[in-house]
């Protein structure tokens, strides 16, 4: 679908790649309330069929009942459903449990691409999700260049805390 004027129409061309850079909002094919953005897309798993998100909306509601899955890529794991909050149709799931090979995916949100559809913000458009890939974002390096911020801190820290310790604090820390 796409905004023209006042009035959706259908899109005849959907954007194959959901790039990083592209802004997006996720909803729900029936009510079309909002699940969630593209700040919280991390990625998906193809041969499930998830979108796997880090955050969701007050929308989605997590179930109190915990399921197990006994067969497929579901089998061995513990977890809730993702229902709508508004038309209370089923959104998702969120392991728990799970073997190594979904351990990385363990108390995210994992929305079905079938039921989702996204509004692309800079095209003004609504496409269904099944129609867009989800391509894993590179946090490895980034999150090894924040580690090893935070390790100069601390090493900062342990040094200004040894000098109070010692009381050989010079003015610079006194003002």
């Avoid at 990625?43 to 179930?63: H, Q, W």
């Avoid at 959104?91 to 996204?118: D, E, P, Q, W, Y």
């Amino acid at each position: 679908m796409e905004f023209d004027n006042s009035r959706m129409v259908q899109r005849t061309h959907a954007e194959k790649k959901a790039e990083h850079k592209q802004r997006m909002t996720l909803h729900c094919q029936k009510c079309n309330v909002v699940w969630a953005d593209s700040f919280g897309v991390c990625g998906e798993i193809k041969s499930m069929d998830f979108i796997v998100c880090l955050r969701v909306t007050n929308d989605v509601v997590i179930s109190d009942a915990l399921e197990s899955g006994h067969r497929g890529e579901m089998a061995g794991c513990i977890y809730s459903c993702l229902k709508c909050r508004s038309c209370r149709c089923l959104v998702g799931k969120v392991i728990h449990s799970a073997a190594s090979r979904l351990a990385s995916v363990r108390s995210m949100f994992l929305l079905h691409k079938a039921n989702t559809s996204c509004y692309m913000l800079n095209h003004s458009s609504m496409v269904t999700a099944s129609s867009l890939t989800f391509d894993l974002k590179p946090i490895g390096e980034r999150m090894n260049k924040m580690r090893k911020q935070f390790e100069a801190q601390l090493d900062h820290l342990f040094q200004i805390q040894s000098r109070l310790a010692d009381g050989s604090v010079t003015s610079e820390f006194v003002k």
